[in-house]
């Protein structure tokens, strides 16, 4: 019983598209594993793993709630926007001179190492590869 959960629950993860993946899919990952974890022990983790992966994608990174904040936040600090000619969407990997990016504060859940800046006038999250994991729209 125990493997055929986690044999469904992995096959669930991997089918996942890649641009859901790119989105809200490992903080939802990240928050299903623990919560399942706490409630039922390993098998939990992974099934809430899975569970929370698709929900999180529902949401993006930030959350749907958390996007117009964040966009006020960043526009109150006057980031400069870097003029960039590559298409703005995620999993554009950004240039590792010329863009400053910045950490994004605690009150966002956010994965560790997530970044943020502006290209184009429009925030984005960045990962530590600099590549766009989320269009703040």
């Given at each position: 019983?125990?493997?055929?959960?986690?044999?469904?629950?992995?096959?669930?993860?991997?089918?996942?598209?890649?641009?859901?993946?790119?989105?809200?899919?490992?903080?939802?990952?990240?928050?299903?594993?623990?919560?399942?974890?706490?409630?039922?022990?390993?098998?939990?983790?992974?099934?809430?793993?899975?569970?929370?992966?698709?929900?999180?994608?529902i949401g993006g990174?930030?959350?749907?709630?958390?996007?117009?904040?964040f966009r006020?936040?960043?526009?109150?600090?006057?980031?400069?926007?870097?003029?960039?000619?590559?298409?703005?969407?995620?999993?554009?990997?950004?240039?590792?001179?010329?863009?400053?990016?910045?950490?994004?504060?605690?009150?966002?859940?956010?994965?560790?190492?997530?970044?943020?800046?502006?290209?184009?006038?429009?925030?984005?999250?960045?990962?530590?590869?600099?590549?766009?994991?989320?269009?703040?729209?």
């Amino acid at each position: 019983m125990k493997i055929t959960t986690l044999l469904a629950a992995s096959a669930f993860a991997l089918a996942l598209p890649m641009a859901a993946q790119a989105q809200g899919t490992l903080r939802g990952a990240e928050r299903g594993a623990q919560d399942g974890a706490d409630a039922a022990g390993p098998v939990g983790a992974i099934v809430g793993g899975a569970v929370g992966a698709a929900t999180g994608t529902i949401g993006g990174i930030l959350g749907v709630e958390d996007r117009p904040r964040f966009r006020s936040y960043v526009r109150e600090r006057n980031v400069r926007s870097y003029d960039y000619d590559g298409r703005v969407a995620v999993g554009s990997e950004l240039p590792s001179s010329g863009v400053t990016y910045y950490d994004v504060p605690g009150d966002y859940s956010v994965a560790r190492g997530t970044r943020y800046t502006v290209v184009n006038d429009r925030p984005v999250l960045v990962d530590g590869r600099r590549r766009i994991i989320e269009v703040i729209e």
